[in-house]
C-alpha cells in the first residue's frame, strides 16, 4: 500500500503543478498582449482549468484511481475496525 501512496502523493502533485502552470502560461500571454495583470489571472483561471481537464485526462485518470483505492483501503480497514469493537474475529475476513 505504501507504493500505492507515494504514486498518488506523486501523480497529485504533478496534477496540481500542471493545472497551475497552465493558469501561468494563460495569465502570462495575456499580459504580453497588454492585458491586465488581475483580468489576466482571471481569464487564466476560467479558461485554464477546464482546459487542464482535457490536457491532463491521464494524469486526472491515475490520480482519481489512486483516491478510488485509497478510499478503498480505508473503508476496509474502517469495516475491520468496527468487527474488532463488536467483538468479531476480524482474522477471518
Known sequence: ????????????TLYLLARFGLIVVVAAVLVLVK???LVAVAVGVVVGLPVGL???RKLNARV???LAERNEHRARERAK???QLRG???ADE
Open 1 to 12: 500500500m505504501s507504493e500505492t501512496r507515494t504514486h498518488l502523493g506523486r501523480d497529485l
Open 88 to 90: 468479531e474475529d476480524a
Open 64 to 66: 482519481t484511481a489512486g
Open 81 to 83: 475496525l468496527r468487527a
Open 54 to 56: 482535457l490536457v491532463f
Open 35 to 37: 492585458v491586465p495583470l
